[in-house]
């Protein structure tokens, strides 16, 4: 059974940092993309940061997010993190993390395109 396992989210003050980390198991790691998504009320569900997970360290980030966010993974320990600075009160959302068999044409930022999610971490950030 495929699980994705979301932690770290919580409160902070503008400029804060936090890191989520996600920790999957249930399926063969390699040759995935992985990455957060986060929605905010009211807004759809959106790609903040994806890295393949298939080795090259090829990553994608949101223009919102470039220079404050690093998305990395410790493949040893099936575990995506992401790293958060600079954090900004547009930051506030759900956080999820998701997985998508990196098969050809694979809309990256698309949300349907993801099979695997996790239940999700709330991050707030305060003025």
């Known amino acids: 059974q495929v699980q994705l396992v979301e932690s770290g989210g919580g409160s902070v003050q503008a400029g804060g940092s936090l890191r989520l980390s996600c920790a999957a198991s249930?399926?063969?790691?390699?040759?995935?993309?992985m990455g957060w998504f986060r929605q905010a009320p009211g807004k759809e569900r959106e790609g903040v940061a994806l890295i393949y997970t298939g080795g090259g360290s090829i990553t994608y980030y949101a223009d919102s997010v470039k220079g404050r966010f690093i998305i990395s993974q410790d493949n040893a320990k099936n575990t995506l993190y992401l790293q958060m600075n600079s954090l900004k009160p547009e930051d506030t959302a759900m956080y999820y993390c998701?997985?998508?068999?990196?098969?050809?044409?694979?809309?990256?930022?698309?949300?349907?395109?993801?099979?695997?999610w996790g239940q999700g971490t709330q991050v707030t950030v305060s003025s």
């Open positions: 998701a997985a998508a068999w990196a098969r050809a044409h694979l809309k990256l930022l698309a949300p349907s395109e993801y099979k695997y």
């Open positions: 249930g399926y063969s790691y390699n040759n995935y993309w």
